[in-house]
């Protein structure tokens, strides 16, 4: 539903947003800050007025991860906000990213295109652009971003982008970002940065926001609600970002009902006081790793385990192929043998080893959680290495273990470690 702009509320910072004169932009503005808190429709909101000062000479190009990021994001606002609002027209050849604006008696020359990959620059080589849109720019492959700024030639030209943070190592961040917090004369000369939080957009409603901020805690919150770069410092999985790799309940149980996952597996770290974690994970064609369930509890033996699985795969109708447990408990893992149709492995690999592969997958967007393993996604807020001062308490010398997060909150996320480890060195070759 496009939205009703007559109702639109605007708060003080998307006001002096919306008020500044074409002009009195830089080369680059970045509206930057917590998901939904405004920027992307800002932005439209300053689109036609920025087009008509700029004129319509060369080329406008508007980018995003991929043409339908751009078209689900920007165009789905952007088209009804000039056609119903203003009476002008937009024209979209989605096949070949041609766009054509009509606005105030001018035609404007636009062209869509995904600036996600490496080879997408290939797309966007020659030619001069007057401005640039980048949605979501973290998202752009870093070459595309280099050849976008280097066709912006004209004097007036214009390019805006908004972004969700992201860690703080991100190029964006350590080049333009932090310089112009530091006040850094050069950068700020090309350069404009304006953040957003939620609370920033005067749209939102309160239950809204309550309910996001009972969902994240810590560096999760920092970046969703307050939409800070920060590295979540010491975490383990620092790039696990649920606006990424969360899976809503309803898309969880769509993925296995179109039988988009083709192998379901286990991992298990047992416990007694300790909980025992199990997960369920699954694969679909493309490579792309789901956690789709879990069971989380202290004090439970092999029974409830063996129980859970059947259930499991009664519920999903599908059998599960195999699962790697942690080896500290034989006995357990023999009447999973016996009694389940699971092949049972029990493969405790290095701790350094298979964190690296699961962040691996974090980072290339391999992984994704539903939002029913309630349990492995705290983990992933809490789950760290220690600081100096915990690692000298340990007794360890200087270099000792460096590479070995605090046994606490690490029930799920050595079973994922387990369950990952297995599948890709052995299925995954
Ligand atoms: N000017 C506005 N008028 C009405 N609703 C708005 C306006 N700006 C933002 N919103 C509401 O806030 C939501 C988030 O805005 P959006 O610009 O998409 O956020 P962001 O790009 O920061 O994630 C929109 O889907 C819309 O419901
Ligand atoms: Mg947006």
């Not at 508007?62 to 165009?75: A, D, E, I, M």
């Not at 383990?236 to 379901?264: A, G, M, W």
Request: proline share 4%; hydrophobic share 35%.
């Amino acid at each position: 539903m496009p939205i009703k702009w007559e109702k639109s509320k605007y708060g003080e910072k998307a006001k002096r947003f919306l008020s500044k004169s074409p002009e009195e932009f830089p080369l680059l503005t970045l509206l930057d800050g917590a998901v939904r808190s405004g920027k992307t429709l800002n932005i439209i909101q300053k689109i036609p007025q920025i087009f008509d000062w700029i004129g319509n000479e060369n080329l406008k190009v508007f980018s995003g991860y991929s043409k339908s990021t751009v078209r689900n994001n920007v165009l789905i606002e952007l088209k009804p906000f000039i056609e119903n609002y203003l009476g002008g027209n937009v024209k979209y050849n989605g096949a070949t990213g041609e766009m054509e604006i009509c606005l105030w008696g001018k035609t404007y020359p636009c062209l869509v295109v995904g600036g996600g990959d490496s080879d997408s620059v290939a797309s966007i080589q020659g030619g001069t652009w007057d401005f640039w849109y980048a949605n979501e720019l973290p998202q752009h492959h870093y070459s595309f971003y280099n050849m976008a700024l280097s066709r912006l030639t004209p004097a007036y030209a214009r390019a805006f982008a908004d972004s969700n943070p992201e860690s703080s190592n991100h190029w964006l961040y350590q080049e333009k970002i932090k310089p112009y917090l530091d006040g850094d004369k050069k950068v700020r000369e090309v350069f404009e940065y304006w953040h957003f939080t939620m609370y920033d957009n005067k749209n939102l409603s309160d239950v809204f926001i309550q309910n996001q901020e009972k969902l994240y805690q810590g560096a999760f919150k920092a970046r969703k609600i307050d939409g800070l770069w920060i590295v979540a410092d010491g975490l383990v999985y620092d790039t696990f970002n649920p606006s990424k790799h969360l899976l809503s309940t309803q898309q969880t149980y769509e993925k296995i009902r179109k039988n988009e996952i083709c192998e379901f597996f286990l991992g298990i770290d047992w416990g007694w006081n300790h909980p025992t974690a199990c997960l369920l994970l699954g694969i679909d064609r493309a490579g792309t790793y789901y956690v789709l369930d879990e069971l989380y509890s202290p004090k439970i033996e092999a029974d409830r385990v063996i129980l859970w699985i059947e259930e499991k795969q009664k519920e999903y109708e599908r059998y599960f192929s195999f699962a790697n447990c942690d080896n500290a408990r034989p006995e357990q893992n023999e009447k999973l043998r016996q009694r389940t149709n699971l092949v049972i492995y029990e493969e405790k690999p290095k701790v350094e080893d298979s964190i690296s592969l699961v962040r691996g997958l974090i980072n290339y967007d391999n992984l994704m959680v539903s939002e029913i393993c309630k349990r492995t996604l705290s983990e992933f807020e809490t789950y760290r290495y220690p600081s100096e001062t915990e690692r000298q308490r340990a007794g360890y010398l200087n270099g000792d273990n460096i590479d070995l997060p605090l046994k606490v909150n690490d029930d799920c996320m050595d079973a994922l470690r387990y369950a990952l480890y297995k599948h890709l060195t052995t299925f995954k070759k």
